[in-house]
């Protein structure tokens, strides 16, 4: 391997810090997730306690930074130069990264100093590296400036930093277990999975569609759009479940027909959990977004069903839900047109559904056994090493 002229790139956890004891499972959930996305690359990964050091490869430098942008769990990350942890090592170091360093504008020097053994402090790094930089023509300013640079000092290790980035921030996948993911194609729930895998959650997605074979659903924009949430995290599971059984028992349920669909989703996704090792159903719906998605109409679709139900969009507006979609890169694919089996339900949903009248279509169009063949005839996707 060839260092990339000494640069490495450093990652802090942020919330992490937060978990007590089990912060190291976090942080080891965490390396996981980052040696799965960097398969490929070449690089040495050190895990430190506060951080996590990577060292990429010349050739993989690029491409490992891009990557770091997509990872849940890490709240900041810096493409760092790593010094001895001696005061005139460190302002060496420093000036050299300075007059390195491209813009223009006068620099503000960030200094931490985490172990507290060392004979120097945080101001005497400030004052000493500002004296050495005045020498060299280099403005500092802590006030008026445009580019800054953040050393950090640790036992054995200073790390010289000139760019910092935000991370995705959240917690690590798969921290928070899995979690079942009803799956549209539409705006709205690649958004609400994109959210459940910021909180840890890994997803076990389940679409359903009106196609005669499930490959057609998985070869429509359904796989693609699961394709680009895997950016983020590429282990989960998919479901292909054909609703043509549902469609003929549904029939005569006139205008609770689409009640009656959610109602099969929301089955089908509890009938799933045991297996998936979960107990949490994620979706997309929002509150009075559409005029299925009532208060009424909620309350009677979810009734008795056994599991935690999320709905991580409920209280957003279309506006901030859009803007996610585009933030996240599905919003253009999720557009596309597509036949969904919401929308070859009847016209006018009703709005104010009676809980009683749902169980009785329910028993009568004997649901749970559309259930139970539906998923007999699902096609399963996985993809990512467990
Ligand atoms: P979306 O943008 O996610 O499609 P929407 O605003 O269009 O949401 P609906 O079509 O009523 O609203 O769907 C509400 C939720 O029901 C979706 O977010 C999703 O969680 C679930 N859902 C809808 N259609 C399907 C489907 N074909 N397969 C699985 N889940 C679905
Ligand atoms: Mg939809």
């Known amino acids: 391997m060839k260092n990339a002229g000494g640069k490495i790139i450093v990652a802090k956890f942020g919330e992490l810090w937060l978990r007590g004891k089990n ?8 390396v996981g997730n980052i040696n799965m996305k960097l398969s490929g690359e070449r690089f040495v990964l050190d895990k430190l306690y506060d951080r996590i050091v990577i060292r990429p490869d010349e050739k993989s430098f690029e491409s490992v930074l891009q990557k770091m942008s997509t990872l849940f769990g890490i709240s900041a ?8 942890p001696k005061l005139q090592a460190i302002v060496k170091e420093s000036i050299r990264a300075m007059e390195d360093a491209k813009g223009k504008g006068a620099f503000r020097i960030n200094a931490h100093r985490a172990h507290k053994q060392h004979k120097f402090n945080s101001e005497k790094i400030v004052a000493e590296l500002a004296g050495a930089a005045e020498k060299k023509g280099i403005k500092v300013s802590p006030k008026k400036y445009s580019r800054e640079i953040n050393i950090s000092v640790t036992k054995d290790i200073a790390y010289i930093s000139m760019q910092r980035f935000k991370g995705l921030g959240g917690l690590p996948v ?3 277990g899995r979690c079942i993911v009803l799956f549209s194609g539409g705006i709205d729930s690649p958004v609400a999975a994109w959210l459940a895998m910021k909180r840890g959650l890994e997803p076990v ?3 359903m569609h009106a196609f005669p074979k499930n490959e057609d659903s998985q070869n429509s924009k359904i796989g693609s759009l699961i394709g680009m949430l895997s950016k983020y995290h590429e282990r989960h599971k998919a479901y292909y479940i054909p609703t043509h059984r549902f469609q003929m028992a549904a029939l005569g349920s006139g205008r609770y027909e689409l009640l009656m669909l959610k109602r099969f989703m929301l089955k089908t996704a509890e009938k799933l959990l045991e297996k998936e090792e979960s107990s949490m159903i994620v979706t997309g719906e929002s509150l009075g977004q559409v005029a299925s998605q009532t208060q009424a109409n909620l309350f009677a679709e979810e009734q ?8 991580p969009l409920v209280c957003f507006d279309k506006s901030e839900i859009v803007a996610l979609a585009k933030g996240i890169g599905t919003f253009d694919e999720s557009v596309k047109p597509y036949r969904d089996v919401c929308s070859i339900s009847a016209r006018h949903p009703v709005i104010n559904s009676d809980p009683e009248t749902v169980l009785k279509i329910e028993k009568r169009m004997k649901l749970d056994s559309v259930v139970s063949s539906a998923i007999k005839s699902a096609k399963i996707v996985e993809s990512g090493v467990r």
């Open 205 to 207: 997605y389940v679409h």
């Open 304 to 311: 008795g069903i056994k599991a935690s139900l999320i709905r």
């Open 77 to 84: 990350y810096e493409v760092t130069k790593e010094s001895a």
């Open 174 to 176: 798969g921290s928070s």
């Open 23 to 30: 912060r190291s499972d976090y942080i080891s959930i965490l």
